[in-house]
């Protein structure tokens, strides 16, 4: 049974930092692909970045890139996204991902909103 679970999430000002983190179990962490996606109120939910298995190869949605940086240690079976200049539009429901077992599984998410 695959299970996410993310933590890390909260309020902080324009500008300011944060890092989520994602707990995986119910599968070989380091052969899959683990994604980040976001929500925000009455848009749909988007892919934020994506982070091969044993590669670690990368990519970003444009609205993030050079600002959020997904990494993960396959020791730990947790996925990493580190968010830096938030910008209110930021404010979203933060999920964590994966496509196991021909199923995409989620986590329950975390908010973060970006306010002053």
């Known amino acids: 049974q695959v299970q996410l679970v993310e933590s890390g999430g909260g309020l902080v000002k324009p500008g300011g930092s944060l890092r989520l983190s994602c707990a995986a179990s119910g599968f070989t962490f380091s052969s899959y692909a683990m994604s980040w996606y976001r929500q925000a109120p009455g848009k749909e939910r988007e892919l934020v970045a994506r982070?091969?298995?044993?590669?670690?190869?990368?990519n970003y949605a444009d609205s993030v890139k050079g600002r959020f940086t997904i990494s993960r240690d396959n020791a730990k079976n947790t996925v990493y996204l580190q968010m830096n200049t938030l910008k209110p539009d930021d404010t979203a429901v933060y999920y964590c991902s994966t496509f196991v077992y021909r199923a995409r599984s989620w986590g329950q998410g975390t908010q973060v909103t970006v306010s002053s």
């Open positions: 982070i091969t298995g044993t590669s670690g190869y990368t």
